[in-house]
T-cell receptor
Framework: AQTVTQSQPEMSVQEAETVTLSCTYDTSESDYYLFWYKQPPSRQMILVIRQEAYKQQNATENRFSVNFQKAAKSFSLKISDSQLGDAAMYFCAYRIQGAQKLVFGQGTRLTINP | GAGVSQSPRYKVAKRGQDVALRCDPISGHVSLFWYQQALGQGPEFLTYFQNEAQLDKSGLPSDRFFAERPEGSVSTLKIQRTQQEDSAVYLC????????????????FGSGTQLSVL
């Protein structure tokens, strides 16, 4: 079965500090894509960052970066200089190349303390 | 439109009632997805359309769930004889490309319909 596990139901960080959210996944496929989505109280899922499994270089989008460890099947999200607007649920997800559906983890609720 | 639009935003149904949830994807988007998100959980895949064709309905939990996209744009998710376990947020998403090309392409999500079955 293809699964995504987020072991941290909740995380909190001081504003301007750095926080890392963990994600592991299980798949026998070699060609796939990994994503982090943010879900604020509005419920709309917003793509934060994505990573192609065939790329060794970790993806970066401004204050957001990932640590992709393919052999360990680990895909963590680092948020630098945390801002109040970063507070939300964060979901890790992946999609196999050629497949349609995203498989999501259970989510991590991130709180930013002012 | 500018984004994916879903209506209604909230729906309260009595057990046994039929409901219909609407999704307006971004104009021109080929792919459309429905996901079910139970309270405190991640979204789970329900079904996928490429234009008007329903290519995957493996996630639909029972034959009470039915989805359609007759003209390849607006989609409706219908739930017959609702049960309490159907209470969830139903998210719709669309993307520009079709299956096989999708890869790492971004999905655009709507704000969902929160269904409460009493």
């Amino acid at each position: 079965a293809q699964t995504v596990t987020q072991s941290q139901p909740e995380m909190s960080v001081q504003e301007a500090e750095t926080v890392t959210l963990s994600c592991t996944y299980d798949t026998s496929e070699s060609d796939y894509y990994l994503f982090w989505y943010k879900q604020p109280p509005s419920r709309q899922m917003i793509l934060v960052i994505r990573q192609e499994a065939y790329k060794q270089q970790n993806a970066t989008e401004n204050r957001f970066s990932v640590n992709f460890q393919k052999a360990a099947k680990s895909f963590s999200l680092k948020i630098s200089d945390s801002q109040l607007g970063d507070a939300a649920m964060y979901f890790c997800a992946y999609r196999i190349q050629g497949a349609q559906k995203l498989v999501f983890g259970q989510g991590t609720r991130l709180t930013i303390n002012p | 439109g500018a984004g994916v639009s879903q209506s209604p935003r909230y729906k309260v149904a009595k057990r046994g009632q039929d409901v219909a949830l609407r999704c307006d994807p971004i104009s021109g988007h080929v792919s459309l997805f429905w996901y079910q998100q139970a309270l405190g959980q991640g979204p789970e895949f329900l079904t996928y359309f490429q234009n008007e064709a329903q290519l995957d309905k493996s996630g639909l939990p029972s034959d009470r769930f039915f989805a359609e996209r007759p003209e390849g744009s607006v989609s409706t998710l219908k739930i017959q004889r609702t049960q309490q376990e159907d209470s969830a947020v139903y998210l719709c998403a669309s993307s520009l490309l079709g299956t096989g090309e999708m890869g790492g392409e971004k999905l655009f999500f709507g704000s969902g319909t929160q269904l409460s079955v009493l």
